[in-house]
């Protein structure tokens, strides 16, 4: 690297910084803006002399948003130390064993959110301050305040800061997003915007609303005068605050190594993101003797997970024709690496998806995968534009049979019901594992067949014979066998996992449960007033499986001819006061609420969650709350639990 690159790239690396810091928008993936902050350290290394004065690799990032006031930390923040591998690892513990041998290192987790200093006076939490650069930061103590984690009062009278990483779940963080493209609103990119952009709100309305949640991982300036970090953190959490999962000491690198491999498996079932593990040296005297860099401690250090987030390019977008006949974009992406898997396809969910993020072919996007995730484009990159980048058009045909489309709201429709897409998508979904589980009628097969003319609807999969398959490309005996077995296999199935095989649109597994053991195979003729009594079918549910058995009657009728389902209903209960009727229950009673419920339904009566006129009782237990007070208001009957025993008792 040239010093004018060097110096271009820290003008890269600052306006990234400033999008990340600042705006809590980031304009690049963490992974790119640590490539290329190691390239610049290592050039810095080499000639310190031309060092940048204003390198983001010599100082705490991060500036004061107008609007807050400032607020100075007692003692220093600091950054951390990030390393990548075994061989980082290997040499940070080098450096750190020239002040003594033995050091014993104490794990954390690596929530990734924003960083909060919170400090406490007379046991009182008197202020609470982002990081900023290090020595001042922003106030945000009244949003502090609406933290549910975060004590107002502790038991330490002396002077502490407590420090620790404001985060949000991922669940809240897909919600908050979902509201915000509901108003309008640009989503956040990922969790740690979300939550860095929900603290640092000049209404703390605001904040409070995003359920944020403090993961305390250590303190500032104390009195506390403790040896262990690995102690320190054990009398914090015993001050009210919630301790964080595997906070472990380790003796050696393998032992550091097993910590972290576990972390990293079990990353997808925090119910919060992290991007890493903190490895602090446990002893504090020996921190004190090792003391800090510009910029992080030389005590600890962040040994990074790998990436979940990418940088790549939009090639392409294809159409996928659902069975539903929802045409679905999707993004075909330069292939790249995440966590191990190769992805190159993202989903899109509609064209409304394309142009809220303004997407366009050859754009350079942030992708995400994360577990078992679709991977998903979470922004486009536009102040990388060349020219180069094309339009995304609406299609208005069908790109499999191409007969006209529907536009319906934000959803694209082909209507053709013979749309071989349409067809061979049903097919597929009526054989997947959850529905029919017919071993061996995998995508590429189903497809095969249709083309092939052997098989044009469901039905027809009853009619296949060992002849029709053999002489198929690639079909042996043994296979052509195996699948008319696996297929007359699924004789005598429940009901109403042949009715959720179906397909219909809204009616999913829960669904179709719930209506087979209301209805059973009367469920062919029931009518929209019967489904919409029951809790948890909508008019959209309802509507949808009307219009389904409107036009597939005859289908229906023949398939359940052929394969005789188990129908499991349920018993028509003997006459009592709850039956046909509709009971909502609240509060703690002797029993559990799933007893309970279980023992009206077995009565007949229909349980519902919520009270309303059509309610007909409200059975009460302990701490009942506001729908007691639905039930006095619309003058419902209520009976407290001993009461309901009562009037069932023989
Ligand atoms: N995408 C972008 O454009 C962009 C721009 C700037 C920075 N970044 C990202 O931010 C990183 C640098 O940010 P940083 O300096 O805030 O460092 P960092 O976020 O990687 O690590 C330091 C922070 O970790 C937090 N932390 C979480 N758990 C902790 C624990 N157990 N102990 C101690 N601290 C803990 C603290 O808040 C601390 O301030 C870069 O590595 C990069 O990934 C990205
Ligand atoms: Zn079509």
Redesign the pocket.
């Known amino acids: 690297m040239t010093k004018e690159e060097y110096d271009k790239n820290i003008e890269t690396?600052i306006t990234?910084?400033k999008?990340?810091?600042v705006y809590d928008e980031?304009?690049?993936?963490?992974?790119?803006?640590?490539k290329l902050?190691r390239l610049c350290l290592d050039f810095e290394n080499k000639n310190p002399e031309l060092t940048h004065q204003n390198s983001?690799n010599k100082r705490?990032?991060?500036v004061i948003l107008d609007g807050f006031s400032k607020a100075n930390h007692l003692s220093r923040?600091?950054?951390?130390e990030?390393i990548f591998n075994t061989k980082e690892l290997e040499d940070w513990i080098k450096r750190a064993s020239k002040v003594g041998d033995n050091l014993e290192f104490f794990c954390?987790?690596?929530?990734?959110?924003?960083?909060?200093n919170l400090i406490y006076e007379n046991g009182i939490l008197k202020q609470a301050i982002t990081?900023g650069d290090g020595e001042i930061g922003e106030d945000v103590t009244q949003n502090a305040y609406t933290i549910q984690s975060i004590p107002l009062k502790i038991d330490e009278k002396s002077l502490i800061e407590i420090?620790?990483?404001v985060v949000i779940k991922k669940s809240d963080f897909e919600n908050i997003n979902k509201d915000r493209i509901k108003n309008g609103e640009t989503p956040f990119s990922n969790p740690r915007n979300a939550s860095a952009g929900s603290l640092r709100q000049l209404d703390s309305n605001i904040t409070a609303k995003r359920k944020l949640f403090f993961?305390v991982?250590?303190v500032g300036q104390n009195s506390l005068n403790l040896q262990k970090t690995s102690e320190m953190m054990k009398y914090i959490f015993s001050l009210g605050f919630i301790e964080?999962p595997m906070q472990t000491l380790a003796k050696s690198i393998e032992e550091i190594e097993n910590i972290y491999n576990n972390m990293v498996s079990k990353r997808d079932s925090f119910p919060m993101l992290l991007?890493?593990m903190?490895i602090?040296i446990d002893d504090i005297h020996t921190q004190e003797d090792l003391g800090f860099t510009q910029?992080?401690p030389r005590w600890?250090c962040?040994y990074?997970f790998p990436a979940l987030e990418k940088t790549t390019k939009l090639k392409d977008i294809i159409l996928q024709v659902g069975r539903t006949g929802v045409v679905t974009p999707v993004a075909i992406v330069e292939p790249v690496l995440i966590e191990g898997a190769n992805v190159e396809r993202a989903s899109l969910h509609n064209f409304d998806e394309i142009n809220r993020l303004d997407l366009k072919i050859n754009d350079s996007v942030i992708i995400i995968r994360s577990g078992d995730v679709i991977p998903k484009i979470t922004k486009v990159l536009k102040d990388r534009r060349t020219g180069d980048e094309k339009e995304i058009i609406k299609p208005t045909l069908c790109p499999v049979c191409s007969s006209e489309l529907l536009i319906e709201d934000i959803m694209i429709k082909c209507q053709n019901l013979d749309c071989s897409a349409r067809v061979v998508s049903s097919i597929i979904y009526f054989a997947s594992k959850n529905c029919m589980n017919i071993d061996g009628l995998g995508d590429k097969i189903v497809e095969q067949l249709v083309r092939e003319q052997k098989i044009f609807d469901i039905l027809d999969l009853y009619s296949l014979k060992f002849e029709d398959l053999n002489i198929l490309d690639g079909f042996r005996e043994k296979k052509a066998q195996n699948l008319i077995d696996a297929i007359k296999n699924t004789k005598g199935s429940e009901l109403h996992r042949v009715i959720n095989a179906l397909g219909i649109e809204h009616i999913g597994e829960v669904a179709s449960k719930q209506l087979c053991f209301e209805f059973g195979l009367n469920l062919i003729n029931v009518t929209f007033e019967e489904l919409i009594t029951l809790d948890g079918i909508g008019e959209q549910m309802a509507n949808s499986l009307l219009e389904f058995m409107r036009v597939n009657k005859e289908i229906v009728l023949k398939l359940f001819e052929i394969i005789q389902p188990t129908v499991t209903q349920k018993i028509e209960a003997k006459e009592n006061i709850f039956k046909n009727k509709t009971v909502v229950v609240t509060g703690t009673m002797s029993k559990s609420r799933n007893e309970i419920k279980e023992l009206l339904e077995n009565l007949g009566a229909k349980i519902s969650s919520s009270v309303s006129k059509k309610t007909d009782f409200v059975i009460f237990g302990e701490d009942a709350g506001s729908k007691y007070d639905k039930a006095i208001e619309l003058n419902i009957k209520i009976l407290t639990e001993n009461e309901m025993y009562e009037l069932i008792k023989n």
């Not at 980031?26 to 640590?34: L, T, V, W």
């Not at 954390?108 to 909060?116: E, I, M, T």
């Open positions: 690396l990234w910084a999008a990340y810091y980031p304009i690049a993936s963490d992974e790119e803006y640590d902050a983001p705490v990032g991060g923040m600091w950054s951390q990030d954390q987790p690596k929530f990734d959110g924003v960083s909060l990081r420090r620790g990483e993961n991982w250590g964080a991007d890493g903190v602090k910029k992080f600890s962040a990074k």
